[in-house]
Structures are given as structure tokens and as C-alpha cells.
């Protein structure tokens, strides 16, 4: 997608640039809370080492995040997301991560070759180290209940609060004139939905996902003061902030799909380093780490960096006086031989199919069974259970 929760872009940490005072110090209080929720993570980790937690702490530690089936996931989702998502998951967090089926057409007229797209994120969540046991992997589709919470939680937003969020106005910008669909115009609402439907306590965004998360901690605690004479059905969701940089395409633009200017995670090592080797770069023979001056050179060794687990600085002064070319062969390197055993699970998982379709069974299962009772805890709390 775009991204469900987190994403599928890979967002940056960095505070906002000078100039909105509000912003910067919205983005302060949630950098904050964020390094708070961390800290009681690990925490969490340590203490259910040493014994069981009871359900109601477990629930505090609880996940949602996902991405859209619009094609397949690149680096820009393995460094951002999908390496997160594993470590949350080895420190106990229970996670629920949705495949944003329905919202493929929020921005456009078909939904594409949806099925294998689907298939695709599972190999690629399962080869990553998302364990069905731990993980709850489910489609938007396949939970009816979780999409009955839409109309409750339509009433407690208005139509100025959804038509100035920042992304229903970033993607209305790139439709190229299309009007604006009532499903793009409650996305904010749907993302609402995912998250509150299975209790999720905490939520790993970027800095320009923020705004969504707050509609939905507003929803949730709209929800409780209208319908639920104040107490508290829905907790309020916790923003965990991405430290992943922006990353940018091998064009030097914004990383997408949909411009092809991407590595995939599916890709050979022979297709990767033929993406690596059209890479962008410039003319200097010396190779620095200036993010302003020189941003495409600096975004091949921040993507090294990310890989090689050491700072962009220091990657280019092993390349030094090597040029493009050389920084290039890092790169390369650094991509191949990381996710050499991501790509050898994934071909064994694309070798069982039917594994694949059992675990988004099971995921589809535990989560409607999980959004039954959250629905029906509404339909009580309103007074609706004839």
C-alpha cells in the first residue's frame, strides 16, 4: 500500500524542518513516548523470560501493522518494517498483521493481480522470521466483522477532520484529477478499524502516519465517552516511531512500485546488482556521506549501511577515492549476502503452496475470531444485541 500501519515506504525519524512549531513539538512528545514504550518492551521481554504474563499485560503488548497487496515488498519494507516486526515479535509482542486487501482500490480502478501479490507478502513475512504461531497474518477481506466496525466509527468523525488528513490529500494529489472516492476519504477510519478491532496497544508508524494514529486514538476515545458512558472499551494506541532514514528509488525519487525503481526482496542477486549498477549517482570520484549536497550518492550508502549494520560515514570512507562504481559493489554486496537466506526461504515456501495458503487460513481464522467478540462488545455497549 502506500502502507495499512506502517509501512510500506520506508519513513523518516527525522524531526520536521523549521517552521511549524505545533508540528515540531507534536513530534517531540511522540519521539518521547516512543522511546517510553520501547523501554517497557524490552522490559516486557525480560519479565516474561522469568514467567508468564497474564492476559491483561499481554494485551498491552499487543501489534497491528500490515501493507497493501499492490505488488512485491522491496528493501525499503525489509529495513523499515519487516525486520521490526521480527524483533518485536522475539520480545513477545503479540502481533497482528493485516493484508490491506480492500484498500488496493482506494487510489485506483482494479484490483491488479491481487491473489499473487497476497501469496507474495505471505513468503515474504514468513521467509523474514514471522512466526503463524506468534503472528497472526489476515486479509482485510476474510474479517467481515472488523469492516461492521466502520459504521460506528463514522459517527465520531467529521468530514473536515477526514478531508485534512495529510494522506487523503497526498494521494487525492496524485490521482491525476480523479475525483475524490468515499473509500480514499475514510481511509483514516479504515486504518481506525484495523487497529482497534483486535485491542492493538501499539502501532509502528513514521512521522507523516502520525495524524492517522491520532484520528484513531480520537475514535477510540470518542467512542468510549459517547457509547460507553466513559469506560473504556477501546484503549488509546500507542505510536512506536520508525528510526529507518528516508530512503529514496535507485532514480534518485521517491521509492515506489509503481515507478520500478525499487529492489525487491524476490529479486536474484544477478537482477539486484543490475538495479544497483543503474543507480544513480554523480560525477565526484571521491565518495562522501553529504545527504544534502550529494542525496543519491548518499542514499546507496545508507542503504549499504542499513544492511551492514555501520554508519553511512563509515561506509564511505572504506570506498573513499573508489568512485561509483566501487560504492556500487558495496552495495551490492551488502544487499546480497543480507538477504541471501531470506531469498532461499522464500524459494523453499514458494515450493509449498499449500503451507502458504494454510497459514493465512489460520491467520484469517484467529482474527475473526478476535473481531466477533470486539464487535459484539460494541453491539452491547450500544444497546444492539437483539
Given at each position: 500500500?502506500?502502507?495499512?500501519?506502517?509501512?510500506?515506504?520506508?519513513?523518516?525519524?527525522?524531526?520536521?524542518?523549521?517552521?511549524?512549531?505545533?508540528?515540531?513539538?507534536?513530534?517531540?512528545?511522540?519521539?518521547?513516548?516512543?522511546?517510553?514504550?520501547d523501554?517497557?518492551?524490552?522490559e516486557?521481554?525480560?519479565?516474561?523470560?522469568?514467567?508468564?504474563e497474564?492476559?491483561?499485560?499481554?494485551?498491552?503488548?499487543r501489534?497491528?501493522?500490515?501493507?497493501?497487496?499492490?505488488g512485491?515488498?522491496?528493501?525499503?519494507?525489509?529495513?523499515?518494517?519487516?525486520?521490526?516486526?521480527?524483533?518485536?515479535?522475539?520480545k513477545?509482542?503479540?502481533?497482528?498483521?493485516?493484508?490491506?486487501?480492500?484498500?488496493?482500490?482506494?487510489?485506483?480502478?482494479?484490483?491488479?493481480?491481487i491473489?499473487?501479490n497476497?501469496?507474495?507478502?505471505?513468503?515474504?513475512?514468513?521467509?523474514?522470521?514471522?512466526?503463524?504461531?506468534?503472528?497472526?497474518?489476515?486479509?482485510?477481506?476474510?474479517?467481515?466483522?472488523?469492516?461492521?466496525?466502520?459504521?460506528p466509527?463514522?459517527?465520531l468523525?467529521?468530514?473536515?477532520?477526514?478531508?485534512?488528513?495529510?494522506?487523503?490529500?497526498?494521494?487525492?494529489?496524485?490521482?491525476?484529477?480523479?475525483?475524490?472516492?468515499?473509500?480514499?476519504?475514510?481511509?483514516?477510519?479504515?486504518?481506525?478499524?484495523?487497529?482497534?478491532?483486535?485491542?492493538?496497544?501499539?502501532?509502528?508508524?513514521?512521522?507523516?502516519?502520525?495524524?492517522?494514529?491520532?484520528?484513531?486514538?480520537?475514535i477510540?476515545?470518542?467512542?468510549?465517552?459517547?457509547?460507553?458512558?466513559?469506560?473504556?472499551?477501546?484503549?488509546?494506541?500507542?505510536a512506536?516511531?520508525?528510526?529507518?532514514?528516508?530512503?529514496?528509488?535507485?532514480?534518485?525519487?521517491?521509492?515506489?512500485?509503481?515507478?520500478?525503481?525499487?529492489?525487491?526482496l524476490?529479486?536474484?542477486?544477478?537482477?539486484?546488482?543490475?538495479?544497483?549498477?543503474?543507480?544513480?549517482?554523480?560525477?565526484?570520484?571521491?565518495?562522501?556521506?553529504d545527504?544534502k549536497?550529494?542525496?543519491?550518492v548518499?542514499?546507496?550508502?545508507?542503504?549499504?549501511?542499513l544492511?551492514?549494520?555501520e554508519?553511512?560515514?563509515?561506509?564511505?570512507?572504506?570506498?573513499?577515492?573508489?568512485g561509483?562504481?566501487?560504492?556500487?559493489?558495496v552495495?551490492?554486496d551488502?544487499?546480497?549476502?543480507?538477504?541471501?537466506?531470506?531469498?532461499?526461504?522464500?524459494?523453499?515456501?514458494?515450493?509449498?503452496?499449500?503451507?502458504?495458503?494454510?497459514?493465512?487460513?489460520?491467520?484469517?481464522?484467529?482474527?475473526?475470531?478476535?473481531?466477533?467478540?470486539?464487535?459484539?462488545?460494541?453491539?452491547?455497549?450500544?444497546?444492539?444485541?437483539?
Amino acid at each position: 500500500m502506500t502502507s495499512t500501519i506502517t509501512s510500506s515506504t520506508t519513513r523518516s525519524a527525522t524531526p520536521p524542518a523549521p517552521g511549524d512549531a505545533d508540528e515540531r513539538a507534536t513530534y517531540a512528545v511522540a519521539l518521547e513516548r516512543s522511546a517510553v514504550l520501547d523501554a517497557l518492551i524490552d522490559e516486557h521481554a525480560t519479565d516474561a523470560a522469568k514467567d508468564a504474563e497474564d492476559a491483561e499485560d499481554a494485551a498491552r503488548f499487543r501489534m497491528l501493522t500490515g501493507d497493501r497487496p499492490t505488488g512485491p515488498l522491496h528493501i525499503g519494507h525489509y529495513l523499515a518494517s519487516l525486520r521490526n516486526r521480527v524483533r518485536l515479535q522475539e520480545k513477545g509482542v503479540e502481533t497482528f498483521v493485516v493484508i490491506a486487501d480492500y484498500q488496493v482500490i482506494t487510489d485506483r480502478d482494479s484490483v491488479g493481480e491481487i491473489g499473487a501479490n497476497v501469496q507474495g507478502l505471505v513468503l515474504d513475512y514468513l521467509a523474514a522470521g514471522l512466526d503463524p504461531a506468534r503472528t497472526t497474518i489476515f486479509t482485510h477481506s476474510a474479517v467481515p466483522a472488523l469492516n461492521q466496525l466502520m459504521l460506528p466509527f463514522l459517527s465520531l468523525v467529521t468530514d473536515a477532520e477526514l478531508r485534512r488528513n495529510p494522506t487523503v490529500k497526498d494521494e487525492l494529489a496524485l490521482s491525476d484529477g480523479r475525483p475524490l472516492s468515499g473509500l480514499l476519504l475514510t481511509y483514516p477510519v479504515h486504518q481506525a478499524a484495523d487497529i482497534l478491532f483486535c485491542h492493538s496497544r501499539i502501532v509502528p508508524v513514521g512521522r507523516d502516519q502520525l495524524p492517522h494514529l491520532e484520528q484513531t486514538r480520537a475514535i477510540a476515545r470518542r467512542f468510549n465517552q459517547r457509547y460507553a458512558a466513559g469506560h473504556s472499551v477501546f484503549a488509546e494506541p500507542e505510536a512506536l516511531l520508525s528510526e529507518v532514514p528516508l530512503l529514496l528509488g535507485t532514480d534518485g525519487t521517491k521509492m515506489s512500485k509503481s515507478k520500478g525503481n525499487v529492489i525487491n526482496l524476490r529479486d536474484s542477486a544477478d537482477e539486484t546488482a543490475a538495479r544497483v549498477r543503474a543507480a544513480r549517482t554523480d560525477s565526484e570520484r571521491r565518495i562522501t556521506f553529504d545527504p544534502k549536497g550529494r542525496p543519491a550518492v548518499a542514499n546507496l550508502l545508507t542503504i549499504a549501511g542499513l544492511f551492514l549494520d555501520e554508519a553511512p560515514e563509515a561506509v564511505a570512507e572504506r570506498v573513499g577515492d573508489g568512485g561509483a562504481q566501487a560504492l556500487k559493489r558495496v552495495v551490492t554486496d551488502a544487499v546480497n549476502e543480507s538477504l541471501a537466506g531470506h531469498r532461499a526461504r522464500r524459494a523453499d515456501l514458494a515450493r509449498d503452496p499449500a503451507y502458504v495458503t494454510s497459514v493465512l487460513h489460520e491467520g484469517n481464522a484467529r482474527a475473526n475470531e478476535v473481531a466477533e467478540r470486539t464487535l459484539a462488545t460494541v453491539r452491547a455497549v450500544m444497546g444492539m444485541s437483539y
